[in-house]
């Protein structure tokens, strides 16, 4: 049984690793750290969050100081996808943000049925599609 | 040891406490009362209620009708309400047991108001009912503000009425509302430059200044010579009291059908089986830690980075929330909070994101555990300011929303969404001074209740929705403002362009305000959000979070002036305004978001922007559609929307190119794969083991919680007892830094140093 545990990590619970819902990648033991499985980069603020004022001209301009905080990206090795985005502390430690107890999640799903999509939960209709022009 | 000796070393013992009692000089805040959220043991009244009435549809009735009485008081305060956060909504009413338990408060409305309000009734409880100079009576009705006796900060006042059936006290009722003015050194109630509680203003532990529902005129008068809004002060006073009057008279029509062990067992049942379902619900998440942490990048007064951290255990149906590592309190900086305040504001997390179908009351947080350290941000002393307790508290309520959607996303039963964490500051003006009719006013725009909300795992965020403490809040009509206050905001709830939060998913977006003063010469401004280096919030699952949002000013210019002699030099972003400088002469600089109280002057600009809630998953999945409507929208440019999400369309008919755009992205996913290094490799490096050598740090370091970082390396504590911290003025910063210089020029120029000269 594989148990969804985010947009794109799942824990198989027979062989006890995690893996990529993307392209079925096994990042490695479910009893560790997912990251550790994956490839990280050190993204520079400005190439996602742009100076919507100049920064020649000004100290602040909306984008982040980069050498006020990193943005940490955590990619599938095997497919590319971003599987995490970590804001942090200058060249802090990546932190260890899910440490799961696998005996436990193993005796919860064995008395539940496996889920092969993920529960949206209770649904409100709001349609984004709309077309009406301001 | 015979019963004699018993019976006379109990009376000894009742003695020394009746004398204590006796004689206390101080009834200070009481951690017995301030440091327990969970609901009060069951007492004998509710023993027996619950034995007399079993019957579950009477018990939903009665809670229905309770409900709808809390929604009424609601609606009388919003709609009668003289403050800003009462017209728009930053109020509650709420009911609460004869033990102080909060049960029910209204459906819209601020939370953590009410949440917190059961600590003021509970030290009423304990220290007046038999107090002979107080006592508890009904007709009674007892203020309170003060963030030590239980309150988020002192500019939400509460009026708190018990209600009685029969001479016997059945339960209590009680209204809280975002006042604003509080007579603090600067106006608006939320002093950033307060340095000790001494300079926060008001400061009522609860009193009685109500007797026979009519306010004392001479107890209110003083209030009135308290703060900078006097009119204000008194007519809320009475909106909060009709308020409750309301609810009493509810409550009473209950007691008249249904009878008052009845209204008991309701009360009770509804807090118990709260904390049943709660239990069961934590029982139905995985077990494991998820650990998070957010950036604080300013005390309001200087930048600096101060670490807000989490760590979430969740084991059977216990859920522990642990801020080790968190900062420590700063002594002469208001950005603490007092504990209550901080699980108030999960509770908020709980209540209105993650279980909103649960009666909102203090149940919902009573069986979740918290670890912390006292003298840190998060748990901070009696004696440290906390004015500005909103910017710890919001931090708590992201890491802690942060952290629960992944728990959430393997459940198979949910109650709400998935959703990235929502914009968490109030990206807002605070105003006050002398306004067009002569009146002397301290209050806030509304524009805080417009935060973006975060993505949800199927669909974006929506702009500007509302703020993390509260639903069901508005905005404010602008021109109902203007009535009051001589400032226009020119450019209002216009989207600010290319702030989006990427993702699959992409955050709810907030919005451009630009104001300029108008109509009074003594009137200013004050802004009081983090945020302007680091973003304030997380992503989930492979999603960014909002950038970073600073004040800018035009000064030198007489708008208005501009506006009728060359008005095509008006723009209306902040973008233009700023890159193109339109207006000659003009003076144009930008700024972190706290800014101190700030004299305006006639048409000169204060432009800020409400901050995006964060994005959910890759990028690249987000479907091409979307990210064009976001161009159609104005929400992103054409260029960055390229960039961000690689997708190829024509600029002209904005058709989608699909095949490129999969080629595009495909090549990106490969470059990722390049760019990207295998993690003990980055870990080896890119981890320092130290925070940053030139940049002031509070907070444990790489996830050693026993040792606490104090604003430099070489200031280390130990975290069970950081001791006090103070930060110097930024203005004797800047003064050393240009004696400095002076000093050095003097060298250069074969001068004496200045002092020598004496």
Redesign the interface.
Known sequence: MK??????LRIDLDSENWECRVCDHVIGPARGNY????????RD?A????S???PE?????????R???N?Y???C?S???????????????????????ID??KE?WSH?EE?LE?????NIL?D??HTHK? | MNNETNNSALQDQELIEKFLKDTTLFLGPDPEIMRDHRIMPRTPEEEKAMEAFTDLNQIASIRDRLQSACEEGFEMVEQMGAAPGAKWGDIITGIYSASGDLTIGSAGGVLIFSALVHHPIKFIIKNWIDEKTVGVSAGDGFIHNDSRYGNVHNTDQSMILPVFHEGKLVCWVASTVHEGECGAIEPGGMPSMAETSFDEGLKMSPFKVVENYEIKRDLLTFLQNSVREPKLQYEDMKVKLFACMRLEKRIKEVLSTDGPEALTACLRYTNESVVTEVRRRISEWPDMTVRTQTIMDSTLRENALLKVNLAVIKKGDRLIFDFSGTSPELTNRAINTQLPGMKGMVGQAFMNHIWPDLPRGQAGLSPVEFVTQPGTLVDCSYSAPNSQSLMSIFHSFTVAQHACAKFLYSCPDKYTRVLAPWHNMINTFIWGGVNQHGETLGNLCADLNGMGGGARMDRDGEHALSPIFATMADIGEQEMNEEEVPFLQLVSKKMTANTQAPGKYRGGMGYTMIAATKDSEQWGFMTTTQGSKVPTIQGLFGGYAGGSYPLCKVQGVDVYEVLLENPQLFKHSIHEIMNEQPFPDARYTTHHMGMGFDISKRGELYMISQGSGGGYGDPLERDPLYVIMDIEEGLISPEWAKKLYKVEFNETTLVVDNEATEKLRAEYREQRKKQGVPYAEFVKTQVKDHPPENIPFYGAWNGDNEVIYAGSLDDKRDAQNPGPIYVTHPKDVRIAELEAKLAAARKDAGLPPENERK
């Open positions: 148990v969804l545990m985010t947009e794109y990251k550790e499985g994956l490839l990280v980069y050190n603020p190439d996602i969050h742009p919507i004022i100049d001209k000004y100290r602040f301009t909306f984008c982040p100081d050498e006020w905080v943005i990206e955590f990619y090795p497919c590319g996808t971003q599987v995490e985005v970590e804001y942090t502390f200058p060249n802090h430690m990546p932190l260890y943000d899910m440490e799961v107890d436990a999640l919860q539940r889920i993920p529960v949206k939960g209770p709001v984004r599609c301001h």
